[in-house]
């Protein structure tokens, strides 16, 4: 039986909920798929979209007076519905690794890996897949995807290689990599958050799913690609590739090695705290957040010559879109919509259970983003903390692993697969929506299946 | 990041690759020793002897009328190398015999007259088709000589197929520099050579000289990196002013085994006025005239 406890507290009106006539609830459900179905058709800008609807669903609660007006100190309910703890970690994270990156030590290791590959076609889908998955666990997938699909185009010249094979398996690679931690794609911070999940207890769970999610993409996109990722066998052949990578230089993408240095240990000390976070003291005290921003500060201290561009760097975009989606969902709370969502949830996935609830937020995912959809799932699993720990882990894990391989089905999916197919189609290398989905449904669906049989192991551990 | 495209990583990575030059390795299967029965004599023949078992070279020692021929035939048979039957009279002779034997390099003892020095040293590397090592003092490692090169280029960059012998003769471990030295007029040729990226093209003075330096540098060691026969350290400086008061800087500095000058195209040596200068003053150690 498929155990969704929060269902009744949302019922409950505990969690912020009151009775709220059928009508009304109607109304900001139609509000919200409106929303989503805008956002999965990018017709509009998603941060402004958001927050439009966040203030049409304003008003119209307070028109129906869902806020009480009460006197005294106190902070506005729609400041109240902002997961600012989320806000933080996003904050944080990207001055982190905007600053990271510009000491160009990504480019140097992908640099080094091109190298390391020999040229050979399968190596260089390999060591490139590989470095993706892990770049797009400690930078977001765009910027992941941005890097390596770069170096890909340029490496792939020299080799004359087609470079179509590589990106698509580097654009699904970063969603697998975006299972690997806990600040390694939103989703995993909502649900995170919610779920009162650790740094190093993420890590453990979904650690060796990674790396067998990874050997088997790899066998997919040899048994897929065929030629185009052949090794090499004639030894002229070999001698060129090798030349041609050789030529690479890792050291020409660092323009200050001081700081390419000091970097390095940054990483790796930041790494360090969010992973021993529950054993420092006084740091145990307060939330990844605070390891997040102590992250940014720490590097912009490095950096100290250029502070207000790195803060320029800050996705505001993305920081105005957590404000408005927040708002949207706490709406949704107290309009009743996230229980009639719960309800049907707990009646589509009755008979399935986990792995039932893993493939509905994959399907979802795979066509809009995935960001509202945990966010959602947040929200309906825990509304509050009692509530979210009452939650079985391996269900947590299931919106974890749906949504972010749900993205590799479709090349709107994910940021990252829309950046793979951006950069072939400006090399004039197009592949069609069909095209994509033949491709990405192979490796997605192979991903699922095993995470489906993970979560199944997960259920009797965890 | 956002504001980084596509593009500007693109460009990093293009930058951060270069087009591997193609310099060959010089075919050494010929090689031909001169004797003139000299104390330089043994030098001669222990550097052919060296090139031999490095190279598997077949080696033919000429002697000169003044040389013993028995002396001659024993030291070379000591060595597996195969002594000419007939002696040379004189330089002209020499270079009709190194040509018909095709030989890819002469080692020369040069002589201990001055005058002749000038003559027989201009005959022998302006008639002769391969360059020429000439030996101006007792070696005592021939592995040595090799170990330690100093090439002087001029001009700007392109003849590269002139670095093949350097590349070639030096010593696994060993050291191999260029020093390049250019006008100011050629100073933009030698950055489009070499491929500067637009804003370092914007430098100018040391700094440009120093970027310049980073990118030769780059080349030459792809070069090195590519071939992954031999793993030697190879070195690029470009510096404005008069070559031979640089090369004589250098080479009181750097302790060097071999010095490098002049070009070689289409099967002759071409020396300026500066390279020819140069052959003759560096004194201390053997002199590869290209």
């Given at each position: 039986m498929f155990n969704l406890p929060c269902t009744a507290l949302l019922a409950s009106g505990d969690s912020g909920t009151a009775a709220v006539p059928p009508h009304q609830t109607w109304i900001f459900a139609a509000l919200l798929v409106v929303t989503l179905l805008l956002l999965a058709t990018e017709k509009i800008q998603k941060t402004v979209l958001v927050l439009i609807s966040a203030l049409v669903c304003l008003f119209l609660a307070d028109y129906w007076g869902f806020f009480p007006h009460t006197a005294g100190h106190h902070l506005p309910v729609y400041i109240e519905m902002i997961e600012w703890e989320v806000i933080g970690i996003v904050i944080g994270a990207t001055v982190f690794v905007e600053i990271a990156a510009r000491s160009g030590i990504f480019t140097w290791i992908s640099v080094k890996m091109l190298k390391a590959s020999r040229g050979d076609p399968f190596r260089l889908l390999i060591f490139l897949s590989v470095l993706t998955t892990v770049f797009s666990a400690f930078l977001d997938n765009i910027t992941a995807m941005i890097i390596i699909g770069s170096l890909t185009v340029v490496a792939c010249r020299k080799l004359d290689l087609n470079p179509m094979p590589f990106l698509v398996t580097e654009g699904i690679m970063t969603n697998v990599g975006g299972?690997?931690?806990?600040?390694?794609?939103i989703p995993n911070i909502i649900v995170g958050k919610a779920a009162d999940i650790s740094y190093l207890t993420f890590l453990v769970v979904t650690g060796p799913y990674t790396i067998i999610a990874i050997v088997v993409s790899m066998l997919i996109a040899r048994w897929l690609f065929g030629s185009a990722v052949q090794p090499l066998t004639e030894q002229a052949a070999k001698a060129h590739n090798l030349a041609a990578v050789t030529a690479f230089d890792e050291w020409e993408t660092v323009k200050d090695r001081k700081f390419f240095r000091t970097s390095i240990v940054g990483i790796i000390l930041v790494i360090l705290a969010f992973a021993l976070k529950p054993q420092i003291p006084i740091l145990?005290?307060?939330?990844i957040e605070v390891v997040a921003m102590l992250a940014a500060v720490f590097m912009l201290l490095l950096h100290a010559d250029d502070v207000e561009h790195d803060l320029d760097d800050v996705e505001w975009s993305l920081v105005f879109f957590f404000v408005g989606l927040f708002i949207i969902i706490g709406v949704m709370e107290r309009g009743g919509v996230l229980l009639q969502i719960g309800t049907l949830l707990s009646g589509l996935t009755d008979k399935t259970g986990t792995v039932g609830l893993m493939w509905f937020t994959a399907l979802f995912s795979s066509v809009t983003d995935n960001i509202p959809l945990a966010a959602m799932m947040a929200k309906i699993f825990g509304p509050t903390p009692e509530a979210a720990a009452a939650v079985d882990r391996a269900q947590w894990f299931a919106v974890v692993f749906g949504a972010n391989l749900?993205?590799?089905?479709?090349?709107?999916?994910s940021a990252s697969t829309v950046v793979a197919c951006t950069i072939l189609k400006k090399h004039g290398l197009k592949v069609s929506f069909l095209g994509f989905v033949k491709i990405g449904a192979v490796f997605a669906a192979a991903q699922l299946l095993l995470a489906s049989g993970y979560l199944l192991i997960l259920q009797r551990l965890l | 990041m956002r504001e980084r495209s596509l593009d500007e990583f693109e460009s990093i990575f293009e930058q951060a690759s270069i087009p591997v030059l193609n310099i060959a390795n010089v075919d050494l299967a010929r090689v031909s020793a001169v004797v003139?029965?000299?104390?330089?004599d043994e030098s001669i023949l222990d550097l052919a002897s060296h090139l031999k078992t490095r190279f598997g070279s077949e080696v033919r020692v000429y002697r000169s009328t003044g040389a013993d021929a028995d002396t001659v035939f024993a030291a070379a048979r000591k060595r597996s190398l195969s002594p000419a039957e007939e002696p040379f009279n004189s330089t002209a002779e020499l270079v009709g015999q190194v040509s018909i034997e095709r030989s890819q390099l002469v080692l020369f003892p040069e002589p201990a007259d001055e005058a002749a020095r000038t003559i027989d040293i201009d005959h022998l590397v302006q008639g002769a088709a391969p360059p020429v090592l000439l030996v101006r003092s007792p070696v005592d490692k021939p592995a040595d000589v090799f170990g330690k090169i100093l090439h002087s280029l001029t001009g700007?960059?392109?003849?590269?197929?002139?670095?093949a012998h350097s590349f070639t003769l030096a010593e696994s471990g060993g050291v191999l520099l260029l020093l390049h030295t250019v006008t100011s007029d050629e100073l933009a040729d030698v950055r489009d050579a070499l491929q500067v990226s637009p804003d370092i093209a914007d430098e100018e003075g040391d700094e440009l000289l120093e970027s310049m330096a980073h990118h030769g540098e780059r080349f030459l060691k792809a070069v090195v990196a590519a071939s992954r026969r031999r793993s030697f350290d190879v070195g690029y400086r470009i510096l404005i002013g008069d070559v031979v008061s640089i090369v004589q800087q250098e080479l009181e500095i750097g302790d060097y085994g071999m010095f490098v000058v002049g070009s070689h195209r289409e099967g002759h040596s071409y020396l300026g006025a500066s390279d020819y200068q140069l052959m003759h003053v560096v004194r201390g150690i053997p002199v590869l005239a290209l």
């Open positions: 299972l690997l931690t806990l600040i390694s794609s145990r005290d307060f939330g749900g993205g590799n089905i479709t090349p709107i999916g | 003139k029965g000299d104390p330089l700007n960059f392109q003849q590269t197929q002139n670095f």
